[in-house]
């Protein structure tokens, strides 16, 4: 009994000593910890969004690597929002924000982010309420880095990454970074510039396609996009050399299978670029060159542009309502005809649910909406009068286009930005009468 006794006591020490060894080995030295204060002087230079910022560094860490660089900043007063900033202030040119922590949860003054020795980051608001964290404690990590790509990593002793802001995008995407089916599987835009929460728009992986969706009171609307094929479980943004002297860059999506799709070719070092969803709902890539001397960050994408699909089809183009024509916003439609564009132009009002028989349609000749060539113009053959009983009994429609050649309907649940077309398609705009 007392060999039993201790062969168990041996047993037991020998655990204790191995969960001892482990947890020395797996956690973060107390000199490379840290805790941040989100406090003090606002960097003075152009940042995007007309920000405020501020730098996070301390004796240990700078959180700088060219051109990427952790801050903490607000659009609003007392409003802040951890992330990574791309371009120096030296560059006299637009810095850029390329991730974003907590952006539908925003800080106050005080707040703290915190690297403890269990190897967890830490948001915490002032209060001490925790809004974001890498759930990393007692993972193994020994270590954070900020890395030239622009990735933000958690890493154990042999350098593995536990954690990693590449795979957390929100509206964009770095070279090499990439969205995935079994992971975050969309970007999301930011509402405005002023307003860092989620938007209206999103660009959506799934085995349908990479897809544009514009959120209409709950209903998701294609606008754009890669729909209608399988791209496989990954899609990553990258940026290859055209040859083996790289004296230029394409822009590439890489869908798998080693096939890619072209989105531009640049005649210079494109390294540092990204792509992203932007508030009005176009994709976009930017490219930083720091050989020249100013203007660094160039546009060097667009999905809706001169040269990829027409300007005219982004729902936003014309903000609530307009009919746009070759890239420009060109009328208001209204009951009285097609008058003056203004940012104030807006459709009309709709009584209330039921009362089908108080409204009217007014005619726009020549036009259709961005929803026609991803519902294929509609439902049909039918007669206008039947599309139009259609609009008349659903609730969520504000009007309809009808191809005249085909006969098909089309109802529209939110207008936007309607398209100057051929003749044959005509938009039945739905109003209280």
């Not at 790509?149 to 770095?174: A, E, R």
Request: hydrophobic share 35%; charged share 20%; proline share 5%.
């Amino acid at each position: 009994m007392a060999s039993q006794k201790a062969l168990i006591s041996l047993h037991l020490f020998t655990f204790t000593l191995l969960c001892l060894a482990f947890t020395t080995l797996s956690q973060v030295p107390k000199n490379q910890t840290f805790r941040f204060i989100n406090q003090g002087e606002f960097g003075d230079r152009i940042i995007e969004y007309d920000a405020s910022y501020r730098v996070i560094r301390n004796d240990v860490y700078t959180f700088y690597t060219f051109p990427f660089r952790l801050c903490f900043y607000n659009t609003t007063p007392d409003a802040y929002i951890f992330a990574i900033r791309a371009g120096i202030p030296d560059d006299e040119s637009l810095m850029r924000w390329v991730w974003d922590a907590n952006r539908n949860d925003p800080v106050h003054e005080n707040a703290t982010l915190t690297f403890g020795q269990d190897g967890n980051f830490v948001l915490a608001d002032a209060d001490g309420h925790v809004v974001w964290q890498t759930n990393t404690a007692n993972k193994g990590v020994t270590g954070i880095k900020l890395l030239p790509n622009g990735n933000l990593v958690l890493h154990d002793k042999n350098g593995k990454f536990i954690w990693q802001s590449f795979d957390h995008p929100t509206d964009t995407l770095l070279a090499g970074q990439s969205v995935k089916i079994n992971g975050v599987n969309k970007l999301v835009s930011r509402t405005s510039d002023m307003i860092g929460s989620g938007g209206p728009y999103s660009i959506v992986l799934d085995h349908k396609g990479f897809t544009m969706f514009v959120n209409n009171s709950g209903q998701q609307l294609i606008y754009g996009g890669w729909p209608e094929t399988d791209y496989g479980s990954i899609i990553t943004f990258d940026v290859v050399p055209e040859n083996d002297e790289a004296t230029a860059y394409e822009l590439v999506r890489p869908i798998g299978n080693g096939a890619q799709i072209n989105l531009n070719k640049l005649n210079y070092n494109a390294t540092y670029s990204f792509l992203r969803l932007d508030s009005d709902g176009n994709l976009k890539a930017f490219t930083y060159y720091d050989k020249v001397s100013y203007l660094k960050w160039e546009e060097s994408f667009a999905f809706f542009s001169s040269y990829f699909v027409r300007e005219c089809a982004l729902p936003s183009k014309c903000g609530t309502y307009g009919l746009c024509d070759k890239r420009m916003c060109v009328a208001c439609p209204s009951r009285k005809g097609l008058l003056g564009w203004s940012e104030s132009c807006m459709p009309p009002k709709v009584p209330p649910c039921g009362k089908g028989d108080k409204v009217g349609y007014y005619k726009i000749v020549g036009v259709e909406h961005f929803l026609n060539p991803y519902l294929k113009d509609g439902e049909g053959p039918m007669k206008v009068a039947e599309c139009r009983d259609k609009c008349n009994k659903d609730c969520k429609c504000l009007g309809f286009f009808y191809k005249e050649d085909s006969s098909k309907c089309l109802l529209a649940p939110m207008l936007g930005t309607l398209i100057k077309d051929q003749n044959t398609s005509v938009g039945y705009i739905k109003y209280g009468v």
